[in-house]
């Protein structure tokens, strides 16, 4: 609603355009639909080593030769583990943060904050921003790297198509996920870890068949699998498994029984008695949170995930994320002591302002007040600090384009300053921002990660976690992250005492300075320790089973005030925030940790061969000593991304000889900045050829598209009998409608939620009609006489088009129709030539949810064509009695008997008919699993319940509204009714209505069936 492009009769049959439509068209902007918005323009170069090209642009040219000799390394390892050699170069596309990643042009979608990279399936790239830390960026690299294997060894060379799709895609995500993190990781991973022994703990480890199931994230259990697997039957069961599914096995527990030689029930009961032998008695062993002091923030006051907690100065209020809306992840504020939410401080589900608040790997602080706070975002793709009045008003802004992301930020006791890890050319470094200045100044600048600072009570100091007392950057060997101090102007920077080989992260100074407490996994379990800073000697606050811990292994998870703490915890499958207080804070003796791989190791600990292991501790295999590259400015090329599938028949019939088939390509540039796309179709006779070739070009913030396409529509009767002779007559009558157009549009997204779109075509619309007469003799069926002729049809007609529009959409969906949110879309649309109007159109909607689950939709809708030729005979009028406008007028529903005795005019339908409409709809919708569990509102067959009322009128020139003129005579009609909509298996939306068309006197109560969301 309403089509730019003409239709010119109601009746008409669209045959070859059904098929054309279902391919994406370049050149046609979507009616709504939020923007990724390119914010930066980037200048790619392409680094050639011996087995890849990676692209990348100049700013982090640095990082980028170390991300290349890590590729190098990661290819030694990979194809030596599973016996594998690439058939051809491998693309690598990298990013110098996220913030540069979600605005890629190789990935269509929007990327949220917890995609870590991609290895997209037509070109096989990978796709990746740098992680920062070299640790974190060598997993990343190599888990997307270990997917280019998987799609390598298991699929054929050439473009993608239905015939030539690499068999590793239809295998769950457990099963390749998994494999990835296994090989990237290997078996010591304190993190994955700390997931299994929570499910021992609770008796919840999942079977084989099972890890399907979204209960169970397939990262953790699919690595955890993989593990023991490879931990038992060597490390070459990867490459076996996947070259099992080349053989046309794709069932993933029909290859691990292949692999192991036990059944899957078998297989499952053995790697959960290795998961009970191996941490079983850290259960037994080991402390629950409320050991130590209560929970403040759980699933019952908040959410299921409550990450990276802040203390005001005096312990009395609590900023944290939560999705405790269930939504979108926001800021809250809480009464410290009894978790109480007072308020919700940043909003994003449906605020445009925000692209990112840095969720998982920053946290914010209070000044010395606590009257505000501050926290890093990303705003409109660039790096920010967002002050904030604690007590919920906005303070101020602070831009900050010379970084990409902003981490952790921390008051200087004064107020005035802050420090802040940041991201900027693919390295983070240390940063001071004064706020009544707005200068900025770089502590520290090198490829050593530095992390988490914290100012000191006395402005004297920063502590901070690094990696600079441990990697070696010769080698691109990651070091553990330990503690370290640097004075405010950036000198003297000095280690502070760390455990060795460990993680210690997230360090907070003690109200009184003498102390920091920290995170360490020491024991192979993150725990909460205190280290006082004279002497130099530790404590352990916490001796948790499962772990102090956020999102990540490195998310911030702890926060000190004057006489408590809070920290993070995962626990039963969520994290919850529990407080330390009074004496407790101090710590007792350091527990044993000499067993520290029961804790941090996934089953099984012996491992024979360990070939993953070995290759994980030894940093120079692989590793490129004197690496040439060569270096060169990006060129785009096209090259043929997918062909969709072939079909061609030929077949004669009662309307003569047909041909039907189709085809459909599409190119792209490495980038994606430049496409191409083409469909080409015939249904029907051999004129009826139908196609549609595109182009659009998304280097740039302007996106630009052009299209030229021919599509016929066919319409025909067919009619039997005998002529006065006896032969028998059959004759055939078609409509042929042509419609061919060049059209172009651009567009400009102000933000991801508006955009201005300009438009243009020149189209043309011919018309035929003929009729074709056949005779044949009654008896033997032979043709006597065949016959055809041309007949006269309406002259075709030339025309062009323009169009300008605003678009605005915050809508967050369900499964089924939106819920929350506004959009709405503006649009002139002027037609000259043949046809002189200009159509108008205002289409707002709103989606309110007064109380969970429950959602208010309203919208209303004008739309006319104004100007002399908007109600020419040619052009199909518009109607509002569609089920997705009107509800209970559909054309179809009427009968003769509601129209009277006059046989020209049908005034109960034809009151819905007219060159201009007005439509208002209201809607309450209520998904039905969420009227019963307010977390999991919809359910394996998302069904929604629907109560509704419609209005709408139609009117003419001539004939005006009433609510418009006193003389009007067309009326408001009107329906109500109830119903549901029901998403079958995500492939469509089906809408089953009762509806009461009060407009309709001879029409009671009706059933109206419709395929589409709702509004």
């Known amino acids: 609603m309403p089509p730019s492009r003409l239709a010119l009769r109601s009746f008409v049959v669209a045959a070859v355009a059904v098929g054309l439509m279902l391919a994406p068209s370049p050149a046609d902007a979507q009616y709504f639909g939020q923007n990724k918005v390119q914010y930066k323009d980037f200048d790619f170069r392409v680094m050639k080593t011996r087995h890849f090209d990676i692209y990348y642009y100049p700013e982090e040219e640095a990082a980028v030769a170390d991300a290349s000799k890590m590729a190098e390394r990661w290819y030694t390892r990979l194809s030596r583990v599973l016996s594998h050699q690439f058939g051809q170069r491998q693309p690598i596309i990298l990013y110098a943060s996220h913030t540069h990643f979600e605005q890629t042009n190789v990935l269509s979608g929007f990327i949220g904050e917890g995609t870590g990279g991609v290895t997209e399936l037509m070109k096989r790239r990978v796709v990746l921003p740098m992680a920062g830390p070299i640790a974190e960026t060598d997993h990343v690299l190599g888990h997307e790297l270990v997917h280019a294997f998987q799609f390598d060894m298991t699929g054929g060379a050439g473009p993608l198509s239905s015939g030539n799709v690499p068999s590793a895609v239809q295998l769950p995500l457990w099963f390749i996920e998994g494999m990835a993190e296994y090989l990237s990781l290997g078996a010591v991973d304190p993190h994955t870890a700390m997931w299994m022994r929570d ?19 397939p990262y953790r259990f699919g690595q955890a699998l993989w593990a023991y697997v490879a931990g038992r039957w060597g490390d070459e069961v990867c490459a076996r498994a996947l070259r099992a599914s080349v053989r046309g096995n794709t069932d993933a527990q029909r290859i691990l029984e292949g692999i192991t030689g036990l059944p899957s029930k078998e297989l499952s009961k053995q790697w959960h008695e290795a998961l009970q032998a191996q941490y079983r008695p850290l259960i037994e062993a080991k402390r629950t949170p409320l050991t130590y002091g209560p929970a403040v923030i759980t699933e019952k006051n908040a959410g299921e995930l409550n990450v990276a907690p802040v203390l005001s100065p005096d312990g009395n209020s609590l900023a944290f994320f ?19 939410i007072r308020r919700k401080l940043v909003k994003t589900a449906t605020d445009p302002h925000f692209q990112s608040l840095q969720f998982i790997n920053s946290a914010g602080s209070f000044d010395a007040s606590g009257r505000r706070f501050v926290f890093g975002a990303v705003e409109a793709g660039k790096a920010a600090l967002n002050v904030r009045d604690a007590s919920g008003g906005h303070v101020h802004d602070y831009k900050i384009p010379e970084v990409d992301e902003i981490f952790d930020p921390s008051f200087s006791p004064d107020g005035r300053q802050v420090v802040f890890s940041a991201q900027t050319g693919g390295v983070t470094d240390l940063f001071v921002y004064d706020l009544e200045a707005s200068r900025l100044r770089r502590l520290t600048h090198d490829a050593y990660a530095d992390l988490q600072p914290s100012w000191s009570p006395d402005g004297r100091s920063i502590v901070f976690s690094t990696d600079r007392f441990s990697t070696n950057l010769e080698t691109l060997g990651a070091g553990n992250y330990r503690l370290g101090l640097i004075d405010p102007d950036g000198s003297g920077i000095r280690p ?25 996994d020491r024991n192979g379990i993150s725990n909460v320790y205190r280290l006082d800073v004279a002497s130099g000697q530790a404590s352990q606050v916490t001796d948790l089973l499962t772990g102090a811990s956020g999102i990540t292994a490195l998310s911030p998870a702890l926060s000190v005030a004057r006489d408590r703490l809070v920290y993070s915890v995962y626990e039963k499958g969520q994290n919850r925030i529990y407080a330390i207080e009074g004496a407790r804070m101090a710590g007792t003796a350091l527990s044993d940790a000499s067993d520290r791989a029961r804790a941090a190791m996934l089953p099984p600990r012996e491992r024979p061969g360990a070939e993953v292991a070995a290759l994980h501790r030894e940093p120079t295999f692989g590793l490129p000593a004197n690496q040439k590259v060569e270096t060169e400015a990006y060129k785009p090329k096209l090259s043929l991304d997918y062909v969709g599938q072939t079909s061609i028949g030929v077949g ?27 469909v080409l179709q015939v249904n029907g006779r051999f004129e009826d050829f139908g196609g549609i070739i595109g182009y659009e070009n998304r ?39 042509t419609d061919r157009a060049l059209q172009t549009y651009i567009a400009y997204p102000f933000s991801r939620a508006s955009r201005f779109e300009l438009g243009a075509a020149a189209r043309h619309i011919s018309f035929g009609r003929e009729i074709e007469t056949l005779a044949f003799d009654p008896f033997s069926g032979q043709l006597l006489a065949q016959d055809r002729q041309k007949e006269p049809a309406p002259s075709g007609i030339g025309f062009g088009e323009g169009s300008a529009a605003l678009v605005y959409d915050t809508a967050l969906f369900g499964p089924t129709s939106p819920i929350l949110g506004q959009r709405y879309r503006f649009e002139v649309l002027p037609t000259f030539g043949g046809l002189k109007y200009t159509g108008v159109l205002a289409d707002y909607r709103r989606y309110v949810m007064p109380v969970r689950p429950i959602t208010l939709a309203g919208r209303v809708i004008h739309y006319a064509r104004y100007g002399s030729g908007g109600e020419d005979n040619r052009i199909t009028p518009l109607f509002i009695g569609y089920p997705n406008l009107v509800r209970g007028y559909d054309v ?28 208002a709809n209201l809607e309450l919708r209520l998904p039905l699993l969420g009227l019963f569990n307010r977390r999991n509102l919809y359910g394996p067959i998302p069904i929604e319940l629907i109560g509704f009322s419609d209005w709408g009128v139609a009117w003419t020139a001539s004939e005006k509204a009433k609510f418009l003129a006193r003389a009007g ?5 009107k329906s109500y009714g109830g119903g549901a909509r029901i998403n079958v298996l995500g492939f469509a939306v089906v809408e089953i209505d009762y509806v009461r068309p009060v407009d309709r006197p001879q029409k009671g109560w009706t059933w109206v069936f419709n395929f589409s969301p709702g509004f």
């Open 892 to 919: 179809n529903s009427f009968s003769a008997s509601e129209c009277g005795s006059n046989a020209t005019t049908c005034p109960v339908f034809d009151q819905l008919v007219g060159s201009r409409i007005g439509v």
């Open 652 to 678: 004669t019939g009662p309307t003569g000889t047909f041909v039907g088939g189709g085809v459909s390509f599409q190119f792209s540039d490495i980038l994606g900045e430049h496409n191409v796309g083409a």
């Open 322 to 340: 939560s999705e405790k809306d269930l939504f979108s992840i926001d800021l809250y504020l809480a009464d410290a002591r009894t978790g109480q």
């Open 969 to 973: 005579t067309r009326r408001i009609v």
């Open 496 to 520: 502070l005492p760390s455990f060795e080989d460990v993680k210690n992260i997230n360090p907070k100074w003690s109200a009184d300075g003498a102390s920091v407490f920290f995170i360490s």
């Open 699 to 737: 280097k740039h913030r302007w996106s630009w598209g052009a299209q030229i396409d021919q599509i016929p529509y066919v319409t025909g009767s067919f009619s039997t009998g005998q002529d006065p002779s006896g032969a028998i007559i059959e004759q055939s009558e078609l409509f042929r409608e």
């Open 199 to 217: 499910s021992v703990e609770r008796n919840k480890m999942p079977r084989v068949d099972q890890l399907d199931s979204p209960e169970y994230f």
